[in-house]
């Protein structure tokens, strides 16, 4: 399992009984969490001193039931600066284990900025823009693409906040399959592409679609975009029902069969307990150059 051990502003307390405890900067945090099917005693004391408690309502959807924090802050993850604010379906505006792809993906980039390439990184389903602001941090010039007209600004805030503002990002607000396929009509090509599409989501003509039926075509469209010479390719996934090595099948099949694949599932540690709570999954390709460069830097 892939863990981020290095954040300051964000920890996972606790978790029990379908809910996870965090601490994001200086509030306390309840938020349902359904891997979490353990029923363990709750002795840290922060349970019943929580910020912000996030409950699910018997007819579907939910509310913040407390909610003793302010309608925005900030938290800091290195260089890197994000506003948090409590959203709809008991989310904040980011997703901290992802902070494990970032340093990995970073790595890559800096490495190729280091031999003298300018490299540019496609980032699909881009939310609130944590992997464009750690890509474009590691000098990579990045497309942000997400259909929500309200998360793409607050990426363009999050740069901003971390001093990115004048980065080499361009923010599309589009349907991510349309993007794809108007690029490769227009023969744009990037060195890495990110994805992390939903589990479920409406098309342009609002047809539903599940990400299990979708996956293996949106992966291999975006495959196609890739320059001769790709740094990367990384899917993420919250859907219970696509395995990890179930998309890094897809993501090797697309990328004909050559490079390396890595997949895993991330997971946040909790304080509490030690125990590494699941948070998704990740595929991650690489071509061999990049896997011998680190085998040397080990």
């Given at each position: 399992?892939?863990?981020?051990d290095?954040?300051?502003?964000?920890?996972?307390?606790?978790?029990?009984?379908?809910?996870?405890?965090?601490?994001?900067?200086?509030?306390?945090?309840?938020?349902?969490?359904?891997?979490?099917i353990?029923?363990?005693k709750?002795?840290?004391?922060?349970?019943?001193?929580?910020?912000?408690?996030?409950?699910?309502?018997?007819?579907?959807?939910?509310?913040w039931?407390?909610?003793?924090?302010?309608?925005?802050?900030?938290?800091?993850?290195?260089?890197?600066?994000?506003?948090?604010?409590?959203?709809?379906?008991?989310?904040?505006?980011?997703?901290?284990?992802?902070?494990?792809?970032?340093d990995?993906?970073?790595?890559?980039?800096?490495?190729a900025?280091?031999?003298?390439?300018?490299p540019?990184?496609?980032?699909?389903f881009?939310?609130t823009?944590?992997a464009?602001?750690?890509?474009?941090?590691?000098?990579?010039?990045?497309?942000?693409?997400?259909?929500?007209k309200?998360?793409?600004?607050?990426?363009?805030?999050?740069l901003?906040?971390?001093?990115?503002?004048?980065?080499?990002?361009?923010?599309?607000?589009?349907?991510?399959?349309?993007?794809?396929?108007?690029?490769i009509?227009?023969?744009?090509?990037?060195?890495?592409?990110?994805m992390?599409?939903p589990?479920?989501?409406?098309?342009?003509?609002?047809?539903?679609?599940?990400?299990?039926?979708?996956?293996?075509?949106?992966?291999?469209?975006a495959?196609?975009?890739m320059?001769?010479?790709?740094?990367?390719?990384?899917?993420?996934?919250?859907?219970t029902?696509?395995?990890p090595?179930?998309?890094?099948?897809?993501?090797?099949?697309?990328?004909?069969?050559?490079?390396?694949?890595?997949?895993?599932?991330?997971?946040l540690?909790?304080?509490?307990?030690g125990?590494l709570?699941?948070?998704?999954?990740?595929?991650?390709?690489?071509?061999?150059?990049?896997?011998?460069?680190?085998?040397?830097?080990?």
């Amino acid at each position: 399992m892939w863990a981020n051990d290095t954040w300051k502003d964000y920890a996972l307390l606790d978790a029990s009984s379908g809910e996870r405890l965090e601490r994001w900067g200086k509030y306390i945090l309840i938020r349902p969490d359904p891997q979490v099917i353990w029923n363990t005693k709750r002795e840290n004391s922060f349970w019943r001193a929580a910020d912000a408690v996030y409950k699910r309502s018997r007819s579907g959807g939910g509310s913040w039931t407390v909610c003793n924090i302010p309608e925005s802050w900030n938290i800091s993850y290195g260089a890197l600066t994000f506003q948090l604010r409590p959203m709809g379906f008991k989310h904040t505006g980011l997703f901290p284990e992802q902070a494990v792809n970032w340093d990995w993906f970073s790595d890559i980039i800096k490495g190729a900025v280091a031999q003298g390439r300018k490299p540019s990184v496609l980032n699909l389903f881009a939310y609130t823009g944590g992997a464009t602001a750690a890509a474009a941090a590691a000098g990579a010039s990045v497309c942000h693409v997400d259909a929500a007209k309200g998360m793409v600004q607050a990426a363009k805030e999050n740069l901003r906040l971390s001093g990115l503002g004048d980065a080499p990002v361009r923010y599309i607000v589009d349907d991510c399959k349309k993007f794809v396929e108007r690029e490769i009509r227009r023969g744009r090509k990037y060195d890495a592409v990110i994805m992390d599409p939903p589990s479920y989501g409406r098309g342009p003509g609002g047809e539903v679609w599940k990400l299990e039926d979708c996956a293996h075509a949106l992966i291999s469209l975006a495959a196609s975009l890739m320059t001769e010479s790709p740094l990367f390719f990384l899917v993420n996934s919250y859907t219970t029902g696509l395995s990890p090595a179930a998309m890094g099948y897809m993501v090797m099949q697309a990328m004909g069969n050559r490079g390396h694949i890595d997949t895993g599932e991330l997971g946040l540690r909790a304080e509490e307990t030690g125990l590494l709570l699941p948070a998704g999954a990740s595929a991650r390709w690489t071509p061999e150059t990049v896997q011998q460069k680190n085998r040397r830097n080990k």
